[in-house]
């Protein structure tokens, strides 16, 4: 049974860091693809972060350059580095895991391709 647990999340000004992890259990995150995604009220979920089994990662152009996904293999666990936040990056922050494709490399940001999802945790970010 896979499960996915995150935490990290909080409330912090403009400009400020958070760092989210996702500890797993029944999933290897080193064995497929791994992702975060978030979900503001009234909106779709959108992918944020993606890294694949090789370790390439992609990111959401709103992002790019201000957060950093990355994996602890020794202790099963995804992290998410955001730096430089914005109150427009408010939302349930969640940690998925998918199995869907083979390739080390693959590394979607669409929701739809992921297997298993954490319960989320929330950022809020003040001006």
């Known amino acids: 049974q896979v499960q996915l647990v995150e935490s990290g999340g909080g409330s912090v000004q403009a400009g400020g860091s958070l760092r989210l992890s996702c500890a797993s259990s029944?999933?290897?995150?080193?064995?497929?693809?791994m992702g975060w995604f978030r979900q503001a009220p009234g909106k779709e979920r959108e992918g944020v972060a993606a890294?694949?089994?090789?370790?390439?990662?992609d990111y959401a152009a709103s992002v790019k350059g201000r957060f950093t996904i990355s994996r602890d293999n020794a202790r099963n666990t995804l992290y998410l580095q955001m730096n430089n936040l914005k109150p427009e990056d408010t939302a349930m922050y969640y940690c998925?895991?998918?199995?869907?494709?083979?390739?080390?490399?693959?590394?979607?940001?669409?929701?739809?391709?992921?297997?298993?999802w954490g319960q989320g945790t929330q950022v809020t970010v003040s001006s």
């Open positions: 998925a895991a998918g199995r869907r494709r083979w390739d080390r490399g693959y590394r979607p940001l669409e929701p739809r391709e992921y297997n298993y």
């Open positions: 029944g999933y290897t995150v080193s064995s497929y693809y």
């Open positions: 890294i694949g089994a090789d370790g390439s990662t």
